[in-house]
């Protein structure tokens, strides 16, 4: 049934974006703590923020896959490489408001993205695994 797929699709998105998120959250505090403990000199904390933006965008895809795997549906290559690519997309557009004390990503734009992954989920794949019939 397509709506199984499409609560799975939510619920893998909804989970996969809060780890990336609590990640960035954490990780931007890491890289500000970071240039104001070296005195705030040129490039302080660069190495924290790219390593922060990096470990964010490379397991979201993982995070997608894993999730879909667990749930025990096939067919997810659109819906990984999608919500990876708009998840690189939408953070990287609202890095200047995450990358601020208490600052996150609009809960609206995470909302869309949690919608937007959700649809594509259940756009795909042949709905459940062969073996499960």
């Known amino acids: 049934m397509r709506y ?3 609560v799975k699709g939510a619920v893998t998105v ?3 974006t809060a780890a990336c998120h ?13 240039a104001t403990a070296s005195g705030d000199s040129l ?3 660069a190495f924290e923020f ?8 490379a397991p979201m895809p993982l995070l997608l896959w894993f999730g879909m795997l667990v749930l025990r549906e096939s067919g997810n290559t659109v819906f990984v490489l999608v919500g ?3 998840w690189a997309v939408l953070s990287g557009y ?5 990358d601020r004390v208490g600052g996150h990503i609009p809960i609206p734009a995470l909302a869309a993205y949690v919608l937007l992954g959700t649809a594509v989920a259940g756009a795909g794949g042949p709905g459940h695994r062969p073996d499960d019939a």
């Open 94 to 98: 609202f890095i200047d408001d995450i």
């Open 50 to 57: 790219l390593f922060t933006t990096a470990a964010s965008w």
């Open 84 to 86: 990876g690519l708009v």
């Open 43 to 45: 490039f302080s904390g």
């Open 22 to 34: 609590a990640v960035m959250s954490g990780g931007y505090a890491w890289a500000r703590d970071s």
């Open 4 to 6: 199984v797929r499409l």
């Open 14 to 16: 909804a989970a996969a």
